[in-house]
């Protein structure tokens, strides 16, 4: 009997928590994120014509897809405490890397192997000085944003590419195609998402770098690899750049070594808004899709309702901000 | 049998000598009052037991065997696990995950392994319960009382089959109550076998909890007598130097 109550308080503690499901839900940035994504898409449905077609959603999913990808990987990197600018010009470098091969007469393979294995040296290299040789990830990245994008224009001579070789079809399919009607890189930020979801969540790996985000010196302290995990971000992060500019290339039928400029502040404000925070130890991969979907979303509800394009980026990193400030107030 | 036994330790930073020639024997089950001004070597010395560092001269033996610390974790091997003074705990991780991080139980097959969280609450609430704390074990860090977040660093010294804690400063930055709190976990630490050194100013807690007081004067250990046969007034006077070494 008194082993009995003796178990039932120990199931009670372990069961308890703070506050219930709905509370824990509530709590969450990325519930919040979601919400007003949604909220978003009603509005716009019911307010014009345009935005609920199928036409439409095709386009904003696979417009967001590219931007959600990365955002995959720099949510990692962020939740570290990390930061890598790098990713836009890993994505000029990589669309020219996959170019090159391919109009040089080498198959879809080698050329894809080709930019992945650029984007996983950047990675290394990146990761390895910011590791390693303990220099500061904003320094070491905003170098590697510059050298990556001359390199691209090195290994181009600058000029355009459009002409693939013998698997330029296989090339377009995969970049501009569609899967059961839903555009591949739709399909493959899904797939991610949910991989990166996954290992996040149920694996040390994922628990060990949320610990460094959280407090690096108690991770360390208690035996976790530090060094290699944050290496390992880093090299993530740049292979999701890799994979991106493999499918933005494929969609575009032509790659410029201008590829993805810029791109870095739209993964990194897509991460933000999805809740990654840039003091390390918050972010999650459902929260770097839905903040890349909210930035399409809002980009694209200004183009229907006939707003001057200028004003996008008043929009955009208004929601940034207030994203942020949201978080703070409810934090308090 | 002694749980640890130091012979000798020195340590010098450059020029600077922090400790010379300590010697000490800790056995089962006692409570060790370690006390020193600020610079005396306290905090050295814990390193140098809990791995953080090698001694410049003199041996550590644990359990009649010598041996040599390169890391923190290899001292956790050996049975020694440290409370740090700032705990060392993640803010944004739960309070089992706190507990088990490094050291995370997984299931699975061959390479494919996932995160054993049911394994985790359970052990995690096994060990608070002994502690008699209400810590919860899936509640965050990050809203704890600081008596619940010494019991969640202390649950993790609890984890592996320990010998000696280390205890750097616990009471130093919480309430009174919350004092109270963590002088009985340490009780309940010794009626389980474990030694502990604690580190600490606060006189008081010192002459409540241990059985045994070691003072530390400029890196050398000039007191090691049964709390009983010393006073708060003695180890004052040889903390600061106005009774010499006795």
């Avoid at chain 1, 890993?90 to 890397?97: A, E, P, Q």
């Avoid at chain 1, 070491?140 to 002409?163: C, E, H, Q, W």
């Amino acid at each position: 009997m008194a082993a009995n109550t003796a178990n039932a308080s120990l199931d009670d503690a372990i069961n308890r928590t703070g506050d219930g499901f709905l509370g824990r839900l509530l709590g969450r940035h990325v519930f919040w994120v979601t919400v007003a994504a949604i909220l978003a898409c009603l509005i716009m449905s019911v307010a014009t014509d345009t935005f609920a077609t199928e036409r439409n959603l095709f386009n904003v999913t696979r417009n967001f897809a590219f931007v959600g990808i990365v955002a995959l990987g720099m949510t990692a990197v962020i939740i570290t405490g990390g930061i890598d600018l790098s990713v836009g010009s890993v994505m000029g470098v990589c669309g020219i890397l996959i170019g090159v091969v391919m109009s040089a007469g080498y198959s879809f393979t080698v050329g894809a192997a080709a930019a992945l294995a650029g984007a996983g040296a950047v990675g290394l290299i990146n990761g390895w000085l910011i590791a390693y040789a303990g220099m500061p990830p904003f320094v070491v990245t905003l170098g590697m944003l510059s050298i990556a994008r001359s390199l691209a224009m090195v290994f181009s001579n600058n000029k355009m590419i459009y002409d693939f070789g013998p698997d330029t079809d296989l090339l377009l399919a995969l970049g501009g195609g569609t899967t059961f009607g839903v555009a591949n890189p739709v399909v493959v930020l899904v797939v991610l998402a949910l991989a990166f979801g996954f290992v996040l969540r149920w694996t040390r790996w994922g628990t060990w770098i949320y610990a460094i985000g959280g407090n690096e010196q108690a991770a360390n302290l208690t035996g976790v690899p530090v060094r290699a995990l944050k290496l390992s971000v880093y090299v993530l992060c740049s292979l999701t750049a890799g994979i991106a500019a493999i499918l933005m290339v494929g969609w575009l039928g032509a790659v410029t070594t201008g590829l993805g400029q810029t791109d870095e502040l739209r993964v990194i404000a897509a991460s933000v808004i999805g809740g990654a925070n840039l003091m390390g130890g918050a972010g999650t991969a459902l929260g770097a899709v839905v903040g890349a979907a909210l930035i399409e979303v809002i980009r694209n509800s200004l183009l229907l309702l006939g707003v001057d394009a200028f004003w996008q980026g008043t929009f955009v990193g208004g929601f940034i901000i207030l994203a942020v400030a949201f978080e703070r107030f409810r934090r308090r | 049998m002694s749980v640890l036994e130091l012979q000798g330790i020195s340590k010098s930073f450059g020029a600077i000598r922090a400790l010379s020639e300590v010697s000490l024997t800790v056995r089962p089950g006692e409570v060790i009052g370690l006390m020193g001004d600020n610079g005396a070597g306290k905090s050295t010395l814990v390193k140098i037991i809990g791995g953080n560092f090698a001694p410049s001269a003199g041996s550590i033996r644990i359990a009649d065997r010598t041996v040599q610390f390169a890391r923190p974790v290899e001292a956790r091997e050996a049975g020694i696990e440290v409370v740090y003074q700032d705990l060392a705990l993640c803010d944004n991780l739960t309070a089992a995950a706190n507990v088990f991080l490094g050291r995370e139980p997984t299931r699975g097959v061959g390479p494919f392994r996932v995160l054993d969280y049911g394994a985790m609450y359970r052990r995690a609430a096994e060990l608070f319960a002994e502690l008699k704390s209400e810590t919860r074990p899936r509640d965050l860090v990050r809203s704890m009382s600081g008596g619940q977040r010494q019991a969640v660093a202390i649950a993790r010294a609890r984890l592996s089959d320990s010998r000696l804690v280390l205890m750097d400063e616990p009471t130093a930055a919480i309430s009174v109550r919350q004092v109270a709190e963590v002088l009985d976990l340490i009780r309940r630490l010794r009626d389980r076998g474990v030694a502990v050194i604690l580190v600490s100013h606060r006189m008081p807690d010192v002459f409540g909890v241990a059985d045994r007081v070691v003072v530390l004067r400029r890196g050398r250990l000039v007191a090691d007598r049964p709390a009983g046969d010393s006073s708060p007034e003695e180890v004052t006077g040889l903390i600061t130097g106005a009774i010499e070494a006795v």
